[in-house]
Structure formats: structure tokens, C-alpha cells
């Protein structure tokens, strides 16, 4: 490891997601389990004042306020160690480059980044590692947006861009290259709530609940080595969330016949797995990681055009 403090700023951009927490490089599970004393299993134990965190353990609850409590920040801190552990680095000055859901980010964005920045630096133990981190800023940007903003050029006409999370899905316009700032639309219609109507759906029909893992790789890759019953009653669930994610679009004005739609974020691959769409028309970003590369993208530009970075 690098134990020198470089003098140099390292941007780093972290999706803070309701399902996954993703930075340009990696994705882990958004869950904390916070313990007084060291638990009996540390893959992914941090450590910071006094108290024990297993990152990606239970499952963080969909909030509008993501600052309610310390979860997200706890949360920062492990993605700022997987970055620096990439880097070979224990010590770095870093800043932050995070996101919103569109409609939140005006209202949200100075609280959030005090949330962020709320010391000046830190210390904290990660997976065996001791890391010092000095933070030198952050920057706030309209997650979605931020997945698309290194290629604008491609967004040539009207289009609709859709972010579907965890938690929400986020709808924006960008015709001829420019954001419609007015025509920006956030709904709790994320990926979470078609598991819950599986696992509802299965409860109903068979009166078992099966394992998130096995829904999630269903939904995730559109098969899974279960017996058919499941699997067909698991698929047709899905098929009818992806047929309401197309209902809502439409309440937005999506027409397939006037726009491309561009689709982001994990619920991509339920579009591309039981969707019915036509794929000239329709483009699925299955990078998982690309709203964190955005970020980053956005806060080095903002950098060039005069910022502090």
C-alpha cells in the first residue's frame, strides 16, 4: 500500500442507491449492521469511533430522506476504502462526487453534501486495512442524468431517459442534446417493488416465499435452475412490473414512434429480459456502475471550467 498523502485530489463518484452502493470500479449490497463489539465474521467489517459495521448486511429500507441517519455515510466511507484499495492507496485527500433523484436534487443537494462532508476527515479500519481520507469538497448532481452526460451527442431529437433503481425510477427528457429541466419526473417504482409483488405472488400461489437470491437471479439473468412452476410464476410477475414501467412512461407522454428511449440503472435488465419493446427504439445501459462514472465525469469537467477539484 501507498502510505503517502497525495496532494492531489482524487474525485470519487458513489451511486448511493437504495439496493447496491456502486463507485466507478465496484458494487456492493447497500446494508449496515451496526455492533457495539467485533463480530464473529469480518469480510466486510469497518470500523469508525468505536463501533463495528458489516457492510452489505440486512437490507436498507427505501427512505426519501437519506439522511435520516448514518447508514449512507458508514456506507461512503466502505466506498471510499474499495476505491482506495484499487488505487493501492491508505491516505488520500478526496472529493466527493454524488447524486440525487432528479426532482430532489434542488431541495435535497446543500443538506446532502454537509451529510457528506460533516468532517473534515476521517480515520476508519476497512477490511483489513487502516485508511485516513481528508475531504476537500463535493459536488451534487441529478442521478440518471449523470449516466448520459458523456454522451450527449448520441441523444440527438426527442428523447426519454429512464434511471430505474432499487427505490425509485427517475424520468428526464433530453431533446437535441439539452436537458428538459421542466420535464423531469421521480416515482417509488423501483426494482424493490416487483420483488416484493413476486415474492407476494409466490405466497398467494404456492404459500412459500423463495430466497431473494434465487428472485433476484430470475429477474437479474431471466432464468434460474428452479423447478418451472416457480420460475414461470416468478417471470410472469416480472413481465406485468416491466408492462407497468411502460404504463408510466407513457403517463409521461412516452411515445416509441416520436423518441428513443434510453434506459439506465438496475432495472435495465428487467426491461431487456421481459420487456416488449422495439429495440431500435429503445437503449439499455447495462453498465451498473455507470451513474458513479458520470459523477465522476461531471465533477472533473466542472473542475476544468473553474471549480476547486
Known amino acids: 500500500m501507498n502510505i503517502l498523502n497525495h496532494n492531489t485530489p482524487i474525485i470519487i463518484g458513489i451511486d448511493h442507491a437504495y439496493g447496491n452502493i456502486k463507485t466507478a470500479n465496484c458494487c456492493f449490497k447497500t446494508g449496515v449492521a451496526s455492533f457495539d463489539k467485533e463480530p464473529t465474521f469480518k469480510s466486510n467489517l469497518l470500523v469508525y469511533e468505536g463501533r463495528y459495521y458489516l457492510i452489505g448486511e440486512e437490507h436498507k429500507e427505501f427512505t426519501a430522506d437519506k ?29 466527493l462526487a454524488a447524486g440525487l433523484p432528479l426532482t430532489w436534487v434542488s431541495e435535497q443537494k446543500d443538506a446532502f453534501k454537509q451529510y457528506l462532508l460533516q468532517k473534515d476527515s476521517v480515520d476508519f479500519h476497512f477490511r483489513g486495512a487502516e485508511y485516513h481520507v481528508d475531504f476537500v469538497g463535493a459536488d451534487i448532481f441529478p442521478q440518471g442524468f449523470a449516466a448520459a452526460a458523456d454522451h450527449l451527442r448520441d441523444f440527438r431529437g426527442v428523447n426519454m431517459l429512464a434511471d430505474i433503481g432499487n427505490g425509485t425510477m427517475n424520468v428526464m427528457y433530453i431533446n437535441d442534446r439539452r436537458p428538459q429541466e421542466k420535464k423531469c419526473f421521480t416515482e417509488k417504482y423501483g426494482t424493490h417493488q416487483c420483488m416484493l409483488a413476486v415474492r407476494e405472488n409466490l405466497l398467494k400461489l404456492y404459500g412459500s416465499a423463495a430466497d431473494e437470491t434465487v ?19 416468478i417471470q410472469s410477475t416480472a413481465r406485468e412490473y416491466v408492462a407497468g414501467i411502460f404504463r408510466r412512461l407513457r403517463e409521461h407522454e412516452y411515445d416509441p414512434e416520436l423518441m428513443k428511449l434510453y434506459v439506465v440503472g438496475g432495472g435495465g435488465c428487467l426491461i431487456k429480459n421481459f420487456g416488449e419493446f422495439d429495440a431500435g427504439q429503445v437503449v439499455i445501459n447495462e453498465d451498473i456502475c455507470a451513474t458513479a462514472k458520470g459523477y465522476e465525469y461531471l465533477a472533473h469537467l466542472r473542475a476544468r471550467k473553474g471549480g476547486t477539484v
Open 67 to 95: 439522511m435520516a441517519d448514518s447508514d449512507y455515510y458508514i456506507l461512503t466511507l466502505a466506498a471510499i476504502g474499495r476505491e482506495l484499495n484499487i488505487r493501492k492507496q491508505i491516505s488520500a485527500r478526496v472529493h
Open 215 to 233: 428472485i433476484d437471479r430470475v429477474l437479474r439473468y431471466g432464468t434460474a435452475e428452479i423447478s418451472e412452476r416457480y420460475l414461470t410464476a
